[in-house]
């Protein structure tokens, strides 16, 4: 059984229309994370699903469970702000017992589920419940502190005022017909005005019933704030990375002079190059495919055009966007990439004077420009960004998630110079972590750029920018 049916508040505004269990971990919702490990892991044959606001989300998204190997069926909880006991009160009768439970707002990583059945079997217990060893009282005082003695648990509390031991509960349990008794005999929380499956549990064990505890290891994150979606997406993608693929997209426009150069260069750093042309008439497409790119073709759309319909064909989990002229360093991408394990999209800043090279077009009145539209954005997105810094808002150097991507995708919609900062502001709409780092700015191998050849470029540049974050902030 996966209890699905809380408001999840605390994660507003994205759970007013999506439910917390739909919401993306690394590309796979938290709820189906759980349904693979329950079929994986533990055997598991047929899932209940308890839901409520927004179940039909949930139905929807998950079925009838044939494409995870399993039967899916639901019951419908009317009241979960009453509590998570009285929702699995009144599944009785309704779920043969004993059953597992998994909490639909909580991510395991590398998780030994699979030896619960074993322990299961091996005592009798009325109820077993997870737990872990947590060095920081502040999560255990968000979540169920459980104190264990002779191999069972003595003592639960929920969200404790004080911590005394290093023991925390987790959303895994094993329910047996003597919780649901517990369960009818406990009153509401004085404290929350709930009915706590953690307070039945707590009478089970003070009474003498035999309650468990089963030590989870791996990655745990019981996602409850917009902090914790954040660690646990940290969590599955640092584990992850070292396998993940990696796409580079270069949009070029008569860039015949320096492109096969930067194709060579960022070659040995990733899986593929894609390299857009976006009609040029000089060797760009070429010369690109020459050193080793996948060449595509479209008509004239401009540079956000470009760069968009190449992340639409990259085929790697991490994508990636540099310049086409050689203003940017594959030297600079470790930064990048160590920095996306923490974040869903990392962009470069060409502003810090130390890495802005001789000969490099970026002068102070351009370098001032970047820092001040990039400071306004950040200041009219602060809280979506959680205080994030922006320093340059035209650097085309960056990488991002590609479940990222997809989801900003239909939100992004311009075609030249403005594309980078709608990107950037999509992705802080979404709440997600936009992180920036330093990246080396080297002049230009050749060509002409079609940015910033001027300030008259540079104005018409601005001014675009300015624009799409203005219609953005204030048109929605």
């Known amino acids: 059984m996966i209890a699905a049916a809380g408001h999840g508040t605390r994660l507003l505004p994205l759970t007013a229309t999506t439910p917390k269990c739909l919401l993306p971990i690394a590309g796979e919702p938290i709820l189906g994370r759980l349904v693979r490990m329950a079929r994986e892991d533990l055997g598991i044959e047929e899932v209940v699903v308890l839901v409520g606001r927004l179940g039909e989300a949930v139905r929807r998204w998950l079925g009838d469970g044939e494409r995870f190997g399993v039967r899916v069926r639901y019951l419908h909880n009317p009241s979960p702000e009453k509590g998570l006991g009285d929702g699995i009160a009144r599944v009785e009768g309704e779920v043969p017992t004993p059953f597992v439970l998994l909490l639909g707002d909580e991510v395991y990583h590398g998780s030994n589920h699979a030896e619960l059945p074993a322990l299961a079997a ?182 956000g055009a470009a760069i968009a319909h190449g992340l639409d064909h990259a085929g790697g989990e991490v994508l990636i966007v540099t310049e086409a002229d050689g203003t940017f360093r594959a030297r600079d991408l470790g930064r990048l990439l160590e920095a ?37 954005l950040g200041a009219l997105w602060r809280r979506e960004g959680s205080g994030t810094r922006l320093t340059d808002v035209g650097c085309t150097y960056r990488a991002l998630w590609r479940d990222v991507w997809l989801e900003v995708r239909g939100r992004v919609r311009g075609v030249g110079p403005e594309f980078s900062p709608e990107m950037m502001i999509e992705v802080l709409r979404a709440r997600h972590r936009l992180a920036e780092v330093p990246v080396h700015y080297a002049p230009r191998i050749g060509g002409r750029s079609k940015h910033s050849a001027g300030y008259g470029h540079l104005a018409r540049t601005a001014l675009r920018m300015l624009r799409t974050i203005g219609e953005r902030r204030f048109l929605g």
Do not use: H
């Open 122 to 303: 091996s005592r009798r217990a009325d109820a077993v419940v997870g737990v872990r060893r947590e060095p920081d009282p502040r999560v255990i005082a968000r979540t169920c502190s459980v104190t264990p003695r002779d191999g069972a648990l003595v003592g639960l509390e929920e969200r404790p005022e004080r911590v005394d031991g290093p023991w925390m509960g987790t959303g895994t349990y094993l329910i047996g017909p003597a919780v649901f008794d517990a369960l009818r005999r406990t009153p509401p929380s004085r404290r929350t005005g709930r009915r706590e499956l953690t307070d039945a549990l707590d009478r089970l064990a003070r009474d003498g019933g035999t309650v468990l505890p089963f030590e989870l290891r791996g990655e745990y994150v019981n996602v409850n704030r917009i902090e914790d979606l954040r660690a646990a997406r940290s969590v599955v993608r640092t584990a992850s990375f070292p396998t993940c693929r990696r796409s580079l997209v270069i949009p070029a426009y008569e860039e015949a002079d320096s492109v096969a150069f930067v194709v060579r260069e960022f070659r040995p750093w990733v899986d593929e190059v894609l390299v857009v042309d976006g009609g040029s008439r000089d060797a760009t497409a070429r010369e690109a495919e020459a050193a080793g790119a996948r060449v595509l073709t479209r008509s004239p759309g401009g540079y």
């Open 340 to 376: 996306l394990k923490d974040a869903d999209m990392v962009v470069g800043t060409r502003t810090a004077p130390p890495m802005i090279e001789e000969g490099a077009r970026m002068d102070p009145p351009q370098r001032w420009a970047n820092v001040a539209v990039a400071g306004l």
